[in-house]
């Protein structure tokens, strides 16, 4: 009887094996193989739990902004307004932070939500200038990156935007169980969006919409909505992601949060996301987010040119994009 359920377990393991593909696994194996090389390079300081949380810190702010767009490019979209987006809405939010007088609590948990709230909103206009307006998503968040610029910019002074509450500060600088909170924030976005995509009927209808928006139109789906949510999603991860930017530094830089569309991009990509829509993962994105600050650290903990951090990651993009058109083919 055991040399039976021997023999079951021996043929269960030789199948799996003879129908592996790396190019459906290129996500986990290259977090693994990058893993050890930035362990060898950067030995023995990128085991250490200090630089391992800073990792997960640093990467939490684009990686938060990178599960929305894991919708918005699964959906047939793409968003270059995220990272205009996120410094306008920390500004923006300090503003209104400002008006309340002393270091009430009360007027940090009111701007906090304000934040969220107000990244929405700004989502809802990106949404609706693909979905009512019928403008190219490539050109109409290429128009709304320079907006919400310009627009900070100009509220600013083109000068720091300092909050007056000494409160807001400890809501990106806390440490929970040793995990900073942006990391906490990034992980329970990540598994409420896994859900979502895997577990919803908007999840379904969105990857429908990003494989044949034609077809899902035929099936009665409704598209624009399903198209116009992704925006309002992203829209809210940017403005949690500038509450705990400007919450960290206590204040808004005009030029702060340059790059993060960028960075949330590759992030997708990187994680298995298709740029031509339909297929994506959500734990792909967060695997890709954490293999960028990966790359990051080695490259500083190597004494490799900050120059060379952004060719580094631009060979990474074009590695996963070429893994996957292989795998299409």
């Given at each position: 009887m055991d040399n039976l359920n021997n023999k079951s377990i021996s043929m269960k393991i030789k199948g799996y094996f003879k129908d592996f593909k790396l190019s459906e696994h290129a996500t986990g194996a290259g977090f693994i193989l990058l893993f050890i090389l930035a362990?060898?390079?950067?030995?023995?300081?990128?085991?250490?739990?200090?630089?391992?949380?800073?990792?997960?810190?640093?990467?939490?702010?684009?990686?938060?902004?990178?599960?929305?767009?894991?919708?918005?490019?699964?959906?047939?979209?793409?968003?270059?307004?995220?990272?205009?987006?996120?410094?306008?809405?920390?500004?923006?939010?300090?503003?209104?932070?400002?008006?309340?007088?002393?270091?009430?609590?009360?007027?940090?948990?009111?701007?906090?939500?304000?934040?969220?709230?107000?990244?929405?909103?700004?989502?809802?206009?990106?949404?609706?200038?693909?979905?009512?307006?019928?403008?190219?998503?490539?050109?109409?968040?290429?128009?709304?990156?320079?907006?919400?610029?310009?627009?900070?910019?100009?509220?600013?002074?083109?000068?720091?935007?300092?909050?007056?509450?000494?409160?807001?500060?400890?809501?990106?600088?806390?440490?929970?169980?040793?995990?900073?909170?942006?990391?906490?924030?990034?992980?329970?976005?990540?598994?409420?969006?896994?859900?979502?995509?895997?577990?919803?009927?908007?999840?379904?209808?969105?990857?429908?919409?990003?494989?044949?928006?034609?077809?899902?139109?035929?099936?009665?789906?409704?598209v624009q909505w399903i198209k116009l949510l992704p925006y309002v999603i992203t829209g809210l991860t940017a403005g949690l992601s500038a509450l705990l930017w400007s919450s960290r530094l206590n204040c808004i830089n005009p030029s702060d949060c340059t790059g993060y569309e960028l960075d949330a991009i590759a992030a997708a990509v990187i994680g298995g996301t298709s740029m031509s829509g339909g297929k994506g993962s959500v734990i792909g994105t967060v695997l890709g987010a954490i293999m960028l600050g990966m790359i990051n650290n080695m490259l500083v903990l190597g004494g490799v040119s900050s120059y060379l951090q952004q060719a580094a990651r631009g060979l990474v993009i074009i590695v996963a994009v070429l893994l996957q058109y292989n795998n299409k083919n």
């Amino acid at each position: 009887m055991d040399n039976l359920n021997n023999k079951s377990i021996s043929m269960k393991i030789k199948g799996y094996f003879k129908d592996f593909k790396l190019s459906e696994h290129a996500t986990g194996a290259g977090f693994i193989l990058l893993f050890i090389l930035a362990t060898i390079v950067g030995w023995p300081s990128f085991l250490k739990i200090r630089n391992l949380t800073n990792i997960l810190r640093q990467i939490s702010y684009t990686g938060i902004i990178g599960l929305g767009m894991t919708l918005i490019i699964i959906s047939g979209g793409i968003d270059l307004s995220v990272g205009s987006m996120t410094a306008f809405v920390g500004g923006v939010t300090i503003f209104f932070l400002n008006i309340f007088p002393g270091d009430s609590i009360l007027a940090v948990v009111l701007a906090s939500i304000f934040s969220i709230i107000f990244g929405g909103v700004c989502g809802l206009f990106n949404g609706l200038l693909v979905t009512k307006g019928r403008i190219a998503p490539f050109i109409a968040t290429l128009g709304t990156m320079s907006i919400f610029r310009s627009l900070i910019q100009y509220f600013s002074g083109a000068g720091n935007v300092v909050s007056e509450n000494i409160h807001y500060a400890y809501i990106g600088s806390a440490v929970y169980l040793g995990i900073p909170v942006p990391a906490w924030v990034f992980i329970i976005v990540a598994i409420i969006l896994h859900i979502v995509l895997n577990n919803t009927q908007f999840g379904r209808y969105a990857c429908a919409v990003g494989a044949n928006e034609q077809v899902a139109r035929y099936s009665a789906i409704k598209v624009q909505w399903i198209k116009l949510l992704p925006y309002v999603i992203t829209g809210l991860t940017a403005g949690l992601s500038a509450l705990l930017w400007s919450s960290r530094l206590n204040c808004i830089n005009p030029s702060d949060c340059t790059g993060y569309e960028l960075d949330a991009i590759a992030a997708a990509v990187i994680g298995g996301t298709s740029m031509s829509g339909g297929k994506g993962s959500v734990i792909g994105t967060v695997l890709g987010a954490i293999m960028l600050g990966m790359i990051n650290n080695m490259l500083v903990l190597g004494g490799v040119s900050s120059y060379l951090q952004q060719a580094a990651r631009g060979l990474v993009i074009i590695v996963a994009v070429l893994l996957q058109y292989n795998n299409k083919n």
